[in-house]
């Protein structure tokens, strides 16, 4: 009798012969059959029962009743013949293919349909869920039972069909972008499908992975080859499930596909179209790409694995291809070459360096030059560890030095491939920098060199590199940081420029920075005025340290005064750059540093003025330098008073007020012989003079105790803080009071004379001072002796006026004793006439108290009055050479030393006399212009006459002393 077909096959239950599992039909020789479990066990299959299941599988059809079998009818016949008929495997296994592909289809239009706003429900296709499972449990069964038979194929089957399903609904409406990972990998993983198969996968490879997972992980790297990049998600989920050995695995299988198609020991190398002729390692460059953000510490551990590996002395033809399967890949993805560039070059040590030397250098010429362009084309692209690359050719470039360490130098060959590498390197970089050009709108912007974009961050330590001038180091890192400033103009191209400046030490170095400069200001524009300014705003942000502000200012003003070089150098240019930063640099001559203060100052004293200045910051870099200039006197600094000078010559009659003024003041007295400033405010006075008025009042209240009484006294306090402080003695020895003045007045005297700048003069050769100079010189002399005084007090009044004025003459006296500074600027004053006609209040109150001196005093000559008879002299000299006396009454002063003080005091009355009847007025005074200064003409004035009689009866009644000098005296 023929048993019923379909109720054999709806009655899983019957108990029939059950042939042998194809899983046991499929074991290797020897192996021992697996045990058919209790659970799920199907009956055995007739001969005809067998012959109908195929007969229905084939035609797809009932063979009793002729009807088409359902979708779950025709996967339920096939998971049958899996089970009965293993050389139907192949087939039942192409077969399930569709079950799986329409229950995908199913999936997709149910989520089309939900995404409508339709209904919900499976009405599209049948409900596939059980038939699905079933497959999953008949194949998860032959690999648990015979994983070694049925892993290989099993997984092939499985990962292919993935790929299939990807590629074809790629484009289907609701199915992600293969750019979205995460979407596309959430969207299989929720179809029970595709869910299905990735955990039949997933069980071959977990099957396997401890004897030769190399099988599931080939089928892997096939069907990505076909199917990338839809097929990306299913690499993610397996590579993230086993990341160890999928990178492993995927590793050694591209190596070995890599050696498989390579043919020639050059194509080994370095094989040209190698993702076409190579499929498999497009594949492995996508795998590892998707791994590699969250297992880049198990790649760069087994790349270098493998790299090392290849460097034994025994090596079998996978380990002589493995160097260029790196390469290859660092190629092919520039992920993967910026995780292991920086440990390897850390493993690069010389005894490494030395096997891949002896390795390489049985290859043809040819094949050593393409190694080294895929290697300098390779750290072109390179990123990450960049600096740390360029360190180590350098290094080992560079010749043996005779203290190296004997182990630690490498061979000549390996130095002289390195030299040839940094060549190379350096003419790629320049092909790429100078033909990126400059993008426009509609065009793409420039390829980036990766290279050059990682050094952007070590411009300073290039520039050390480079100012350390060793051999052929600093050539090549001077040429590398010309190309780094062009490429990223223009903030690296700054950035060295103010690194090499602020680090130089020596001219040599510092030659660098204008060498530097010559070759990129040809292809930028205004470089060096973003330098400057760069500078600056280091300086004021407080990036710069004292010293290194210190060693800038110096070789800015080195370069400066660099003289024979063309127009368009760095030297040429860097003066009228640096007077646009005027104002931001002079604000530096305040700085509490002296050296700082005095390097600024020697930077602004070369520097040109500009022509244009706000008067504002004119006036506080004047009072800066002049500020400036009396620092660097107390600290007895040549230097800084050489800057100094420098400086405020250049600023002319600006300057001459606040000079003046700063001369005058009473902390600078000292420096000029004066007496030095005495001490104010508490410290000054007496012991205990720090009190509390109300610590007294309550003392004296309980002393004194008016209590109930309408009176109250208080306490006021102590008037006065008892005698006055002497003033101390001078710190300054005559030789430094000397050589301050000497240093001042040649100052104020190029002021005068129009700035030129020159060594210190004597005093004698004023002759030539500026009048317009000399008069603000008098003015300020004026106000600062005598403030409560007006310029229009020219005339000279009778002597009684002098009377009325007693304590301001007095006041002027004692300003000009305790001062020797004002006689010298007296003279100062007097060699630019008519500028001593504003003085004449000064002279006026000198003249009064000095001729009531001489005649008051008792002594029987002059000399015993040594102040009073040096400035009787020096008064009448001045008032000589700026021609307020005739020469005849200013040779007077010759003789006062021979006299007695009563015979000054008439000698000086004459003088008084004839200012009063010839007042020191500039009307009189006449402008010669062939000459461009002012004389007097005193035939003009009343006779002279008149006023020599006191002075002729002094020199008749001293005839015997005076008789030889009596011709200085006519008229």
């Not at 350390?468 to 890192?477: I, P």
């Amino acid at each position: 009798m023929v048993p019923n077909w379909t109720q054999a096959r709806s009655e899983p239950g019957c108990c029939h012969w059950d042939p042998p599992p194809v899983s046991a039909l499929c074991d290797p020789p020897g192996a021992a059959p697996p045990q058919t479990p209790a659970h799920g066990a199907h009956p055995p299959l007739s001969s005809q029962e067998l012959a109908q299941e195929i007969k229905a599988f084939l035609s797809g059809a009932d063979p009793v009743h002729g009807n088409k079998l359902t979708i779950k009818e025709h996967a339920r016949c096939a998971i049958l013949l899996l089970r009965s008929l293993p050389p139907a495997r192949s087939a039942v296994l192409d077969h399930l293919r569709n079950v799986f592909d329409e229950y995908v289809c199913t999936y997709l239009l149910e989520l089309e349909s939900s995404e409508a706003g339709l209904s919900a429900g499976r009405t599209q296709g049948p409900n596939l869920d059980d038939v699905v499972q079933e497959i999953q449990n008949v194949l998860s069964e032959f690999v648990r039972m015979n994983p070694k038979a049925w892993a290989p194929v099993v997984s092939a089957w499985s990962i292919d069909l993935m790929g299939q399903l990807s590629s074809k609904y790629a484009g289907r409406h609701g199915v992600p972008h293969a750019s979205s990972l995460n979407e596309l990998l959430q969207l299989w993983m929720s179809c029970k499908a595709t869910r299905t198969l990735m955990d039949i996968y997933t069980q071959c490879l977990s099957s396997m992975i401890n004897t030769c997972p190399d099988a599931c992980v080939d089928a892997l790297l096939d069907t990505s080859v076909q199917h990338s990049p839809h097929f990306d998600w299913v690499v993610a989920h397996i590579g993230s499930s086993f990341p160890n050995t999928i990178i492993s695995r995927v590793l050694s299988c591209g190596l070995k596909d890599f050696c498989v198609h390579g043919a020639a020991p050059v194509d080994l190398l370095f094989p040209s179209a190698a993702d076409k002729r190579v499929p498999k390692i497009a594949s492995v460059v996508g795998i590892l790409g998707h791994l590699a953000s969250r297992h880049s510490g198990s790649i760069k551990q087994e790349l270098l694995r493998m790299f090392h590996e290849s460097l034994g002395p025994m090596r079998d033809q996978q380990q002589k291809a493995t160097v260029p399967f790196l390469l290859q890949l660092a190629v092919m993805s520039p992920m993967l070459l910026g995780t292991i560039s920086a440990e390897l070059v850390d493993s690069l040590k010389p005894s490494v360096l030395s096997q891949l030397h002896q390795h390489f250098a049985a290859l043809p010429r040819e094949d050593l030059e393409n190694m080294v362009s895929i290697v300098v084309h390779l750290i072109c692209q390179t990123s990450a560890g960049a600096y740390r690359i360029l360190q180590f050719l350098v290094n080992t470039a560079m010749p043996a030095s005779v203290i190296t360490t004997p182990g630690l130098a490498v061979h000549d060959s390996v130095r002289e491939a390195c030299d040839r590498i940094i060549q190379l390197l350096l003419l790629n970089l320049q092909k790429l920098v100078y033909n990126r050009g400059t993008a426009s709108l509609g065009d793409a912007p420039p390829r980036a060199v990766p290279f050059l974009d990682e050094l952007k961050g070590h411009v300073r330590e290039l520039c050390v590199e480079t100012l350390r001038l060793e051999r052929k180091r600093f050539l090549w890192q001077h040429q590398l940081l010309g190309l780094l400033s062009v490429y990223c103009t223009p903030s690296c191209a700054t950035d060295a420029l103010f690194y090499l400046l602020t680090l130089a030490r020596s001219q040599e170095e510092l030659g660098l920075a204008t060498q530097l400069y010559a070759v990129l200001s040809s292809c930028m524009s205004d470089l060096l005025p973003a330098t400057v300014k760069k500078c600056v705003c280091q300086i004021h942000m407080g990036g710069l340290s004292e010293q290194h502000m210190v060693q800038l200012f110096h070789n800015l003003a080195l370069i400066v005064q660099w003289e024979g070089e063309g127009p368009a150098s760095m030297s040429a240019q860097l003066g009228a750059v640096l007077s646009l930063h005027l104002y931001d640099l002079g604000q530096l001559l305040l700085h509490h540093n002296p050296e700082v203060a005095e390097a600024a100052s020697l930077l602004l004293s070369v520097c040109p003025m500009p022509q244009t200045i706000r008067p504002a910051h004119l006036l506080v870099i004047i009072r800066s330098a002049v500020h400036q200039f009396f620092l660097v006197l107390h600290r007895q600094c040549p230097t800084g008073i050489s800057y100094s000078s420098r400086l405020l010559s250049a600023a002319m009659k600006a300057i001459l007020q606040q000079l003046v003024e700063g001369a005058l003041h009473p902390g600078n007295a000292e420096l000029f012989g004066g007496l030095a400033e005495l001490p104010t405010g508490d410290d000054a006075g007496l012991e205990g003079a720090r009190v509390s008025l109300l610590d007294i009042n309550r003392r004296f209240t309980a002393a004194v105790n008016f209590s109930g009484s309408v009176w109250s006294v208080f306490h006021a306090g102590v008037i006065g803080r008892g005698l006055k402080p002497s003033h101390p003695p001078s710190r300054q020895e005559p030789e430094e009071i000397v050589h301050n003045v000497q240093n001042f007045l040649s100052l104020l005297v190029r002021c005068c004379r129009g700035g030129c700048y020159s060594a210190p003069e004597p005093l004698t050769q004023t002759a030539a001072v500026n009048p317009e100079a000399a008069k603000v010189v008098a003015v300020v002399l004026v106000e600062s002796v005598c403030p409560d005084v007006t310029n229009s007090e020219l005339g000279w009044p009778p002597e009684e006026h002098t009377r009325t004025t007693v304590e301001r003459d007095i006041q002027i006296c004692r300003r000009f004793r305790d001062n020797p500074l004002l006689f010298q600027l007296l003279r100062l004053v007097a060699a630019g006439p008519p500028a001593l006609c504003y003085c004449s209040v000064l002279l006026r109150g000198l003249l009064a108290t000095l001729m009531a001196h001489w005649e008051a005093s008792r002594h029987s000559d002059t000399t015993s009055s040594p102040w009073h008879l040096h400035a009787s002299c020096i008064l009448v000299a001045c008032m000589a050479e700026g021609s307020l006396l005739p020469p005849v009454l200013g040779n007077m002063h010759e003789i006062f030393h021979q006299l007695v003080p009563f015979e000054v005091h008439l000698l000086l009355l004459s003088v008084w006399d004839y200012m009063r009847d010839n007042s020191p007025l500039p009307q009189k005074f006449t402008f010669q212009a062939d000459k461009g200064l002012f004389f007097r003409d005193f035939s003009r004035d009343c006779d002279v006459g008149k006023y020599l009689c006191v002075l002729h009866n002094v020199l008749h009644k001293n005839i015997d002393r005076l008789g030889l000098l009596s011709g200085r005296f006519q008229p």
